[in-house]
Every structure is written in structure tokens, then in C-alpha cells.
């Protein structure tokens, strides 16, 4: 599904112009990114949690090169469903 579709699927369900919904998804979306970076978790009950875990600083390896390198320490975005929404899904399957 993409966000054209879940834009109509609302626009479809509530009556509300697309132009509306698209620039409501929109703005969702924005403050959700804008609480990330900003450090702030989000919660949505009932749905799941937008969440930013650290990554630790670890060595790899560039097999062209066949050097060592260091990954710096680095916070990357996650998504953890609530149980009522992993429960919906493992159930619907």
C-alpha cells in the first residue's frame, strides 16, 4: 500500500477531498520525523511506537580494499508494534 492509496482509502471512508487527507498524511508524517530528530519517541497506543535506537561503534571490513574501518556509534529511526497490532496480524495469517 502507498500513501496514495491509504490518501483515497481515507478520502474513500470519511468524505473528505484527497487535497485535504494527502496534506493531513502529510503533516502527520512531518511531525512524526520532526520528534525523531528532535529526539522525542513517539507513541501511538493501540498502533506502535516510532522509536530511535543507537547503534554501537563496531569494526567492519571493505573486502575491495581489504582494510578494517570503524563504524562510528550512530541513532537510526524504529518502528515496534504494539501487542494488540502484532496480535492482529500473527492472527490474521
Known amino acids: ?14 468524505g473528505i477531498e484527497k487535497l485535504i487527507v494527502q ?4 503533516n502527520f508524517m512531518d511531525i ?13 497506543r493501540g498502533f506502535g511506537s ?7 561503534t563496531k569494526t567492519a571490513r571493505n573486502i575491495s580494499k581489504n582494510i578494517t574501518i570503524t563504524i ?8 515496534k508494534p504494539s501487542k494488540t497490532f502484532t496480535l492482529q496480524v500473527k492472527d490474521n495469517n
Open 23 to 26: 496534506k493531513t498524511v502529510e
Open 72 to 79: 562510528p556509534a550512530h541513532k537510526v529511526p524504529s518502528f
Open 1 to 14: 500500500m502507498t500513501k496514495a492509496d491509504i490518501v483515497n482509502e481515507i478520502s474513500k471512508n470519511t
Open 32 to 44: 512524526i520525523k520532526n520528534s525523531l530528530v528532535e529526539g522525542d519517541n513517539v507513541y501511538l
Open 50 to 56: 516510532f522509536i530511535i535506537k543507537t547503534r554501537a
